[in-house]
T-cell receptor, first 115, second 113 residues
């Protein structure tokens, strides 16, 4: 099955700086890549996603890039704020097999933004 | 907020017992997926239900079972609880199966003692 690796596991930045989280995937048939933000005691919240026919997508301070050849995708957060502090998960969904809706998650990145 | 609700919020059970967790999907969504999230890990896929039928399963034993009802709400049942079943159980709903976004509920925290 698909294997998603995520780095770094922890990331500390000063307020106003940028943060970058990187993920790689193994299955070339994967074609949908969402990013989730999970705050303490809550479920994951979808913050941005990208499909395999697009190389980059931006939504205000958040952007995601996808390199299909290298099988990696990244989350970029600019002008970070303390409320961006949370655990971020990348995920991939493959177009192969019997469960098209299954998401494979990375292990998460704990982002801390210091004021 | 996604509109996906789960109950109960927290649950404590003893090893060997059985548990039922419930999920109400977002309005208009006919697909529900269940995930298990151990502490410090990413969610792991358990199974998915589409129009009341199981539509794929991850690497979980048969003692994990589910149901989806005509109103698309869903249940996750776990029999013969083991200590390792302690985790946050998440359900996610989608407009339909296949290539669509999944929206997660707040989860049920299960502790097995």
């Amino acid at each position: 099955g698909e294997n998603v690796e995520q780095h770094p596991s922890t990331l500390s930045v000063q307020e106003g700086d940028s943060a970058v989280i990187k993920c790689t995937y193994s299955d070339s048939a994967s074609n949908y890549f969402p990013w989730y933000k999970q705050e303490l005691g809550k479920g994951p919240q979808l913050i941005i996603d990208i499909r395999s026919n697009v190389g980059e997508k931006k939504d205000q301070r958040i952007a995601v890039t996808l390199n299909k050849t290298a099988k990696h995708f990244s989350l970029h957060i600019t002008e970070t704020q303390p409320e961006d502090s949370a655990v971020y998960f990348c995920a991939a969904r493959t177009n192969r097999g019997s469960t098209l809706g299954r998401l494979y998650f990375g292990r998460g990145t704990q982002l801390t933004v210091w004021p | 907020e996604t509109g996906v609700t789960q109950s109960p919020t927290h649950l404590i059970k003893t090893r060997g017992q059985q548990v039922t967790l419930r999920c109400s999907s977002q309005s208009g969504h006919n697909t529900v997926s269940w995930y298990q999230q151990a502490l410090g890990q990413g969610p792991q896929f358990i199974f998915q239900y589409y129009r009341e039928e199981e539509n794929g399963r991850g690497n979980f034993p048969p003692r994990f079972s589910g149901l989806q009802f005509p109103n698309y709400s869903s249940e996750l049942n776990v029999n013969a609880l083991e200590l390792d079943d302690s985790a946050l159980y998440l359900c996610a709903s989608s407009p339909t199966t296949g290539l669509h976004e999944q929206y997660f509920g707040p989860g049920t925290r299960l502790t097995v003692t």
